[in-house]
């Protein structure tokens, strides 16, 4: 049983398109994330989300939607996709803010061509 | 104020070698320091975490060293082997924030560790 599981693994999408990365966790986690990891494979925080409420937005373009349907899923909605956004975006889930740590899915690739 | 700076940017080390991993951190609020490891294609996995209250925890053979005067921390990996290959991050974070710093994790830049057999 995968804990934080995401779809697709892969990606491979032309600038200008949208597209969508899901997200569902069966931790009973109460928060949610959404990390982006570079070339240089740095994780930066995106988003957050503790029980369906949006909790961390970072600075990050516009044309990038989180969505919380429910305390055990989150997906990404990326509109009007740039070559910049090309990177490996990794969901994550924790409790207790954090405390226990996080539990990290195996990271969705997208490269905008 | 949110840094946390890592170093070295990738290690090569013997087996049987110890790997030492060097994190500090500016923001005096973190109240809980993880390392995660990471293997190519996957995502990141919390390997063990230490709380300011404490100089030292060890599990195996990975021992985090906690100085909160200086505000460093440190990742020892004894008799270091092949399979721990793979890059390390260390993190920083005060579960006890509220508002926008709740369970915010903000990551070193990792370290790329090489074990050679």
């Known amino acids: 049983d995968t804990a934080v599981s995401q779809t697709p693994k892969y990606l491979v999408t032309q600038m200008g398109n949208d597209k969508s990365i899901k997200c569902e966790q069966n931790?009973?986690?109460?928060?949610m994330y959404w990390y982006k990891q570079d070339s240089k494979k740095f994780l930066k925080i995106m988003f957050s989300?503790?029980?369906?409420?949006?909790?961390i937005n970072e600075t990050v373009p516009n044309r990038f939607s989180p969505k919380s349907p429910d305390k055990a899923h989150l997906n990404l909605h990326i509109n009007s996709l740039e070559l910049g956004d090309s990177a490996v975006y990794f969901c994550?889930?924790?409790?207790?803010?954090?405390?226990?740590?996080?539990?990290f899915g195996s990271g969705t690739r997208l490269t905008v061509v | 104020q949110q840094q946390v700076k890592q170093s070295p940017q990738s290690l090569i080390v013997q087996k049987g070698g110890i790997s030492i991993i060097n994190c500090a951190y500016e923001?005096?609020?973190?109240?809980?320091f993880p390392w995660y490891q990471q293997f190519p294609g996957k995502g990141p996995a919390l390997l063990i975490a230490?709380?300011?209250?404490?100089s030292e925890k060890k599990e195996g053979r990975f021992t985090i060293s906690f100085n909160k005067s200086a505000k460093q921390f440190s990742l020892h990996i004894m008799d270091s082997q092949p399979g721990d290959s793979a890059t390390y991050f260390c993190?920083?974070?005060?579960?006890?924030?509220?508002?926008?710093?709740?369970?915010?994790?903000?990551f070193g830049q990792g370290t790329i560790l090489t074990v050679h057999p």
């Open positions: 923001n005096t609020a973190f109240d809980y």
């Open positions: 993190a920083a974070s005060n579960p006890n924030a509220g508002g926008t710093s709740y369970g915010k994790l903000t």
């Open positions: 994550a889930s924790s409790r207790a803010g954090g405390y226990y740590g996080y539990t």
């Open positions: 230490i709380r300011p209250d404490v």
């Open positions: 989300y503790n029980n369906k409420e949006l909790i």
């Open positions: 931790l009973g986690h109460d928060t």
